[in-house]
């Protein structure tokens, strides 16, 4: 069988506006203003044989714009590239753009074009990338995350949660993490009032406590049977994360904030935490994902997905262990498709690859876009 090879790669910047500025602890703290709108980097390839595949990125806040840039910088160096040596051209891409870094917003760029040669792969196989990957189950259990930010007053916050309840969702997450640790706790028992036992119930800190107030935090908070309670302390204090993981019965969660398979590592084999949260736009891609998740599964720790659940729902599916995936509306404007909810969970899709193609309200909020083929780089503009 003659080889494919990759043929065109096109690259866009879109930005989708969220209905409500959206704002968790961070914002309350005053570190981050509220969020208005997420910018996306798609990747869209094209082989010599007709095969397509599609990828993409994210970024809040900023970085969206510099994603888009780097990778419009180093997509040239896979024309002519056989689409199927995902990993080889992974270390490709990176080693083009090392002077800016092997994590963080350089493999950002690179995640979306990874996703995108994973998706392709699972087209050309006639396989839901669950399935490509080896799936354990056809369906993840879902949580709701984005009914429960702190920027909604309570009333509102117990609508939405009736309202994922009858939308099938298997749990719900809610923000916690506000100055006045009494308002985290007198939402948090409304909240478990309200749901009753019905579905499962996880809460989120956005890493907005100290060391003393996240223990005191999380003791108060036992009571409630929490499946986890989600980034108590700053990302990247692993030592906390394993004192506080030691010292509480509730699991303890995090990862979405790190930015490459090796701060993962770090992470897992501190056995910092019970639930690993890694986001394969973070990480870089599907490749370093499943780097991620071999070494998770190696530390027996279970797993629950940063955003993103189009891309999320497949490798979760391919999980051995126990998992979760973050059910958030914000990017369906974007798809043509809609994840489906049933009984709790996410379903694995029949359809071939990620099974999302990109709208024309995607096209519409693109602001810039360029092709690359043999050729080189063209770049189009957007009214
Ligand atoms: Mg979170």
């Known amino acids: 069988m003659p080889t494919d090879t990759i043929s065109a790669i096109k ?21 981050q203003k509220p969020l208005t709108r997420v910018a996306m980097l798609f990747a869209e390839i094209e082989t010599a044989d007709g095969h397509t595949g599609l990828g993409f990125s994210y970024s809040k806040r900023a970085g969206g714009p510099g994603m888009y840039a780097h990778a419009r910088e180093v997509a040239d160096s896979l024309i ?22 092997r994590s963080g917003l350089s493999t950002q760029a690179i995640a979306a074009i990874d996703i995108a040669l994973w998706d392709l792969k699972a087209k050309r196989a006639g ?23 702190l920027s909604s007053p309570l009333p509102e ?43 499962a119930l996880m809460v989120d800190a956005n890493q907005q406590w100290d060391r003393p107030t996240a223990l005191r935090m999380c003791r108060a908070m036992e009571q409630y049977g929490l499946v986890w309670i989600e980034e108590p302390l700053d990302a990247y204090d692993i030592e906390g994360h394993a004192a506080l993981a030691a010292a509480i019965d ?10 490459s398979a090796a701060e993962h590592f770090a992470m897992i084999d501190a056995r910092a935490v019970d639930f690993i949260q890694p ?3 973070r990480v870089g891609g599907i490749t370093q994902f499943q780097r991620v998740t071999a070494r998770a599964e190696q530390a027996g720790l279970m797993m629950a997905p940063h955003f993103a659940m189009e891309i999320h729902v497949h490798v979760s599916a391919a999980y051995p262990l126990g998992t979760w995936v973050e059910h958030f509306d ?45 050729k080189g780089c063209t770049d189009h503009t957007h009214g």
């Open 80 to 101: 002519g590239e056989n689409p199927a040596d995902i990993g080889r051209l992974w270390n490709k891409l990176v080693w083009a753009g090392a002077s800016v870094g």
């Open 127 to 149: 396989l839901p990338l669950g399935r490509l990957l080896g799936a354990w189950r056809d369906g993840v259990p879902s949580y709701n995350t984005s009914g429960g930010f």
């Open 11 to 31: 690259l866009s910047l879109a930005w989708v506006p969220l209905a409500t500025p959206i704002s968790d602890a961070k914002v309350f703290t005053g570190r």
């Open 330 to 374: 914000w990017l369906d404007p974007l798809f043509n498709e809609r994840q489906i909810l049933e009984g709790g969970k996410m379903m694995l899709s029949t359809r071939p690859g990620l099974g999302v193609t990109l709208s024309d309200q995607a096209r519409a909020w693109t602001e810039a876009s360029c092709r690359i083929d043999a």
């Open 157 to 199: 916050v117990l609508d939405n949660v009736e309202a994922s309840i009858a939308s099938g969702i298997g749990g719900i997450k809610i923000k916690v993490g506000h100055p006045d640790p009494k308002v985290d706790l007198t939402r948090l028992e409304a909240v478990a009032n309200q749901i009753d036992g019905r579905v």
């Open 250 to 259: 509730t699991p303890i969660a995090s990862g979405e904030m790190l930015v």
């Open 279 to 281: 986001d394969a736009a």
